[in-house]
């Protein structure tokens, strides 16, 4: 079966004054029918500009340079203008980190949701009004009929990611692009909006892309993971063969620095120095100068990838575990 | 004795509307309680750390202790000072002077005019205090190099900013420092390196923290006592094991069972309900009952007080 996402080879380049800026680099992943694939890694490691590629809202100068990106089979990176605008919303949904910009101010939520149906659907304004209705009902926002005119700002936080979480899928695309949807939410709510977004998508089928930094969020939320470190891929895999035994050491280090792993320790593990800036990649690995098991050949180019989309860690020297095969 | 002891603690936000847009619309003031009624003790050396989300008077508890803010009733002593009531100067300087403060954002709290080493020593500066080679010990102390001093904030990455921040915060030599949220902006790894080096500077200097955070997993590690919020009010307060091993209160176990957790793969539980209520209009009794499973006829009369119960301190009328 053709995955509904399916990413080949996706470099993004900025062209600046001082040389060209790679913030995604070689990157491959698939995302099937109803499968919530994780994106993780710390800031600046790529994982937004990746998401950012596939809906066409790369900021020029940043560009793709190279690569394919499929959506169910259909070619989609070199899209332009009107064609895109009707893959999004349509085929694809985007849930982004703060539902208060995302929303527009000046219109009731219900004209918000039946300008997007409209656009997409062809369907009538009073069927699109009831749509929207069933849509606020669905994601779980009390007296529907009555709030459906109600204004963003009459709404908290974690209603308004539902309104959004209603918006992305009204449409009823076949892809959903959620960018940190609960980093900005108090836990109680992360939980309730992580729950809806599960089951949505499982009930619809619809494939996610779930870019977080929060490692306890893909666990729970996630199938699959993608971890990202200066625009590469490191590791890619079932989400709990990666997060209970990692292979990449930079997955390793990561896990070993969340609190959550290391209960009852004085100290938290250390990955020494910083992930380095992307107008200064070191050559090789991009993790070589930080790794506890670099050895010479590390530096050698080109550096370890995951070009195909398949396989764990790419490593020269993964670690071993005798209980993955 | 307790190096701080906050008794009582209560502050109020007058948020009203203006004065003339109050009598056209013939509307009430509107008063927020912000902190209700909250006592805790923080021992020497020690961590304690306050946790809740948002909008549960975490920060201005903090700020209260500072001093950045007065109390509405209540009090805070600190060494046996009560900063909002005390009227010998040379005391609140002298409590004062041992009191420094961490803030979540350090892109916001350092100024970018300013030179890193200007920075550092502005707290000894403005008491008349020797600085010579101050900043570039203390930027060693905190794991940057000693010529950092000549450079500008805006050279620096978020962590090493914290950095700065947390060397800004010893230069003075306090015994108490307040840090709310030090590493929510942080990334994971930036925040280990950070939270590593708070408890280096804690054995080394003997210092005594306010930890102020929303992640229940960065107060297990930090905090020797966890006091948890809702509204403004402490409902538990225990020792971390003591608290996640065996929470009490409803509303922590509701926040613990929310919690992400690292092995919880495919995990179904049913999520929370209902939201935190509004400050302004809190419900009678207790703040919790509307969204609690164990509420009773009691729970919407009568508020709980905290009280004692094995290893913890509860404010729950259904617990025993």
């Known amino acids: 079966m053709t995955p509904t996402l399916s990413i080949r080879n996706l470099t993004v380049d900025i062209p600046t004054r001082h040389g060209t800026l790679r913030p995604v680099q070689d990157v491959s992943y698939d995302i099937a029918q109803g499968e919530i694939l994780g994106v993780v890694g710390e800031s600046g490691a790529g994982k937004s500009m990746a998401g950012n590629a596939v809906i066409g809202l790369l900021n020029p100068p940043a560009h793709i340079a190279s690569g394919e990106i499929h959506l169910n089979g259909t070619r989609i990176d070199h899209l332009q203008g009107d064609d895109m605008r009707r893959l999004r919303g349509q085929q694809i949904g985007m849930v982004f980190q703060d539902p208060l910009t995302s929303l527009n101010p000046l219109l009731k939520i219900g004209d918000q949701l039946t300008e997007t149906m409209l656009a997409h659907l062809d369907i009538s304004q009073s ?38 979480i209603a918006l992305a899928l009204c449409a009823e695309p076949s892809l959903i692009i959620a960018d940190e949807p609960t980093t900005a939410l108090d836990v109680s709510v992360q939980a309730q909006i992580i729950a809806l977004l599960k089951r949505l998508c499982r009930d619809r089928g619809t494939a996610v892309m779930l870019i977080t930094h929060d490692m306890g969020v893909i666990a729970e939320a996630a199938d699959r993971v993608a971890v990202m470190y200066a625009g590469q891929l490191t590791e890619l ?80 020297h993964p670690l071993v575990r005798e209980d993955v095969a | 004795m307790a190096l701080v002891s ?51 008077g ?22 046996g000072v009560d900063l909002a009531r005390e009227t010998d100067a040379a005391k609140i300087d002298d409590v004062r002077a041992d009191i420094q403060m961490i803030f979540q954002d350090p892109f916001a709290s350092l100024n970018p005019r300013w030179r890193v080493r200007d920075i550092i020593v502005e707290p000894v500066a ?48 306090p015994k108490l420092i307040v840090c709310d949220e030090p590493t929510s902006a942080l990334d994971v790894s930036v925040q280990a390196q950070v939270l590593n080096l708070m408890s280096d500077l804690k054995d080394e200097f003997g210092l005594t923290y306010l930890f102020i955070s929303h992640d229940l997993t960065v107060v297990q590690h930090m905090a020797d006592k966890i006091g948890v919020l809702y509204l403004g009010r402490l409902v538990e307060e225990a020792d971390p094991d003591t608290l996640f091993d065996t929470p009490k209160h409803p509303y922590t176990q509701m ?66």
């Open chain 2, 126 to 173: 403005a008491r008349g205090g020797e600085t010579r080679g101050l900043a570039e010990r203390l930027l060693e102390q905190v794991g940057l190099a000693a010529r950092d001093a000549g450079k500008f904030p805006h050279e620096f990455s978020g962590g090493q900013r914290q950095r700065i921040c947390i060397a800004r915060a010893l230069a003075s030599e």
């Open chain 2, 58 to 79: 975490k920060s201005t508890i903090g700020k209260m202790l500072v001093g950045l803010l007065a109390p509405s009733t209540g009090s805070v002593d600190i060494r």
């Open chain 2, 255 to 320: 926040l613990l069972a929310a919690a992400p957790q690292l092995d919880g793969f495919g995990r179904e539980v049913a999520p929370p309900t209902g939201e935190i209520p509004d400050p302004i209009n809190p419900p009678p009794g207790c703040a919790y009952n509307p969204r609690c499973p164990l509420a009773a006829d009691i729970c919407r009369t009568t508020r709980p007080e905290l009280r004692r119960v094995g290893n913890a301190r509860v404010a729950c009328h259904m617990v025993d």
């Open chain 2, 6 to 56: 906050v008794t009582n603690l209560t502050r109020i936000f007058d948020v009203s509307k203006p004065w003339l847009n109050r009598v056209i619309e013939r509307k009430p003031k509107a008063m927020l309680t912000a902190v209700s009624d909250v006592s805790f003790d923080i021992e020497e050396r020690t961590v304690y750390a306050l946790v809740g989300e948002s909008g549960s």
């Open chain 1, 127 to 164: 069927e699109a009004r009831k749509r929207a209705i069933a849509a606020l009902e669905e994601v779980g926002i009390p007296g529907a009929a009555q709030r459906v005119d109600s204004y963003p700002h009459e709404f908290s936080g974690g209603m308004r990611q539902r309104v959004v």
């Open chain 1, 237 to 316: 895999g079932a989400v709990r063969d990666v997060l209970t035994a990692p292979l990449h050491p930079y997955t390793d280090g990561l896990m070993g620095s969340t609190p959550l792993a290391s209960r009852g320790k004085a100290r938290l593990h250390q990955i020494p120095g910083a992930m380095p800036r992307l107008d200064a990649l070191p050559d090789g690995c991009a993790f070589h100068p930080r790794c506890p098991r670099a050895q010479a050949d590390c530096v050698r180019n080109p550096g370890p990838t995951l070009s195909d989309g398949q396989g764990r860690a790419a490593c020269f």
